[in-house]
């Protein structure tokens, strides 16, 4: 069989761990990501293709706006549950995304590795 190399990065979320809180299709639609991620990683893998996902917890991107505002009661909520006590940044994807991508994870495959500050052991 001829094999190749390639590495696919999808991002999931946190909340294709759980369902989450008024937003139940972008929790089906990740949740989508997370099985997607791990059918093609069935697939592909023996073909040298590593195919893995990231999966971000509350970030503090426009996308958040409204819950990122401290008047917000939720605001607090969520970040008293974070134990690192603070929203992720776009740049805290960038070292799972460097690793996901280098040879350091060729044996890596069909994994969701949550990027969420410690969100999701809480």
């Known amino acids: 069989m001829k094999t190749g190399y390639g590495k696919i990065i999808n991002i999931s979320s946190m909340l294709a761990f759980f369902g989450g809180y008024t937003v139940p299709a972008y929790a089906a639609a990740k949740g989508g990501v997370t099985q997607i991620t791990k059918a093609f990683c069935n697939e592909w893998a023996e073909k040298g293709i590593n195919v893995n996902a990231i999966a971000p917890g509350y970030m503090a991107t426009a996308m958040n706006t409204a819950l990122l505002d401290q008047n ?51």
Request: proline letters at 8%; hydrophobic letters at 35%.
């Open 72 to 122: 917000n009661p939720r605001n607090k909520e969520i970040t008293d549950r974070i134990p690192a006590k603070r929203w992720g940044t776009p740049e805290d994807m960038k070292g799972a995304c460097i690793f996901l991508a280098s040879h350091a994870s060729d044996y890596l495959n069909g994994a969701i590795i949550p990027v969420d500050g410690g969100y999701l052991v809480k």
